[in-house]
């Protein structure tokens, strides 16, 4: 596991690997420079939230960041409550692939494991 000290979210060697190839592929097809990996939540979805990750091109004064090994990772402060104390993973399986929150604020998920829903 990859975490710096006082870090709410923890990164997996895997997701910190996964991550800067996406900002290294973004950059490669944009005109506009990377900063590193926006992860979040929004509401909706199937369970009530679900969770977002793209690649930041710019720092929202809402937004707190970390770097994991290398890789910027950037939260807003709103999902920063409600990610606190989970794990992000970079998953493949025979369906898919992409990267999976292990979230101890979760109480139920949908069946995609994309969405989720809090206490």
Do not use: H
């Not at 944009?30 to 590193?36: N, R, T």
């Not at 929004?42 to 770097?67: I, M, N, Q």
């Amino acid at each position: 596991m990859t975490t710096t000290p006082n870090t709410p979210i923890t990164v997996t060697p895997k997701a910190v690997r996964m991550g800067k190839q996406r900002v290294i592929e973004f950059a490669g097809d944009s005109e506009v420079d990377p900063i590193g990996l926006r992860v979040g939540v929004k509401g909706g979805g199937c369970s009530g939230f679900y969770y977002v990750f793209e690649v930041a091109t710019e720092v929202s004064e809402r937004d707190e960041t970390y770097t994991f090994d290398g890789l910027k990772v950037l939260v807003d402060k709103r999902s920063l409550k409600l990610l606190k104390g989970g794990v992000l993973d970079w998953e493949q399986k025979l369906m898919g692939y992409g990267f999976k929150w292990d979230n101890p604020n979760a109480v139920g998920d949908c069946g995609c494991g994309s969405s989720f829903n809090i206490a």
